[in-house]
């Protein structure tokens, strides 16, 4: 069966602009979850939906961040006026329920010029 | 606040040693603890989880250990082979509340020489 997939793949910005990731979870999983991960570094947690809703959003460095799954389904992470300290992997995972195993994707990496 | 380290950073052995990667969390109310595999430029691979109240999980050539009360972790790799070159990373999920986030460490770096 698929995996997670993340679109796209890689992302070239300008500083200031605007940027949507995508993320396709495995079907059937309702929970969803967004992690940073900058070089060398372990990833971050950003925001976890459970359904339709942010269940935590406490990741989430500022509010030029914000995500939204309309549907239950696929999510779009979205990140306003981008500054070069938003370059990094961004990187999906969905799991069947929220506290089992975790699936990744293989990332966005969004490089911020 | 939870963090996890994880030690060595970095690891070079020849093909067929036996090797334990360390992991060590501040905060035992952990819920689940993960192991996952990251290659180059690719996302992150589980290798193992074991819930709070388990000591263990085998997977193949892979073991990993835990004892939350002296918040430790180690993932056992058997006979290493090249392919098991990568970074191992542990990651920790807090028992409180529904959010099952993963709080991680920076990794060991794996190179297995042919």
């Known amino acids: 069966g698929a995996g997670v997939s993340q679109t796209p793949s890689n992302k070239v910005t300008e500083k200031g602009k605007y940027v949507e990731l995508r993320c396709d979870p495995i079907?059937?999983?309702?929970?969803l979850y967004w992690y940073r991960q900058s070089l060398g570094q372990g990833p971050e947690f950003l925001i976890y939906?459970?359904?339709?809703?942010?269940?935590?959003d406490s990741g989430l460095p500022n509010d030029r961040f914000f995500a939204v799954r309309p549907e239950g389904s696929v999510s779009t992470l979205k990140i306003q006026r981008t500054e070069r300290g938003d370059s990094a992997v961004y990187l999906c995972?969905?799991?069947?329920?929220?506290?089992?195993?975790?699936?990744f994707g293989p990332g966005t990496r969004l490089l911020v010029l | 606040k939870q963090e996890v380290t994880q030690i060595p950073a970095a690891l070079s052995v020849p093909e067929g040693e036996n090797l334990v990667l360390n992991c060590s969390f501040t905060?035992?109310?952990?819920?689940?603890l993960q192991w996952f595999r990251q290659d180059p430029g690719k996302g992150l691979t589980s290798l193992l989880l074991?819930?709070?109240s388990q000591r263990e999980q085998t997977s193949g050539r892979l073991n990993a250990s835990l004892d939350k009360s002296s918040g430790r972790s180690t993932l056992y790799i058997a006979a290493s082979q090249p392919g098991d070159s990568a970074t191992y990373l542990c990651?920790?999920?807090?028992?409180?509340?529904?959010?099952?986030?993963?709080?991680w460490g920076l990794g060991t770096s794996l190179a297995v020489n042919p």
């Open positions: 995972a969905s799991s069947l329920k929220g506290w089992e195993t975790q699936y």
């Open positions: 079907s059937g999983h309702t929970a």
């Open positions: 939906f459970q359904g339709t809703g942010a269940a935590d």
């Open positions: 905060d035992s109310a952990i819920y689940n």
């Open positions: 074991i819930q709070s």
């Open positions: 990651a920790v999920s807090p028992h409180a509340g529904n959010n099952r986030k993963l709080i």
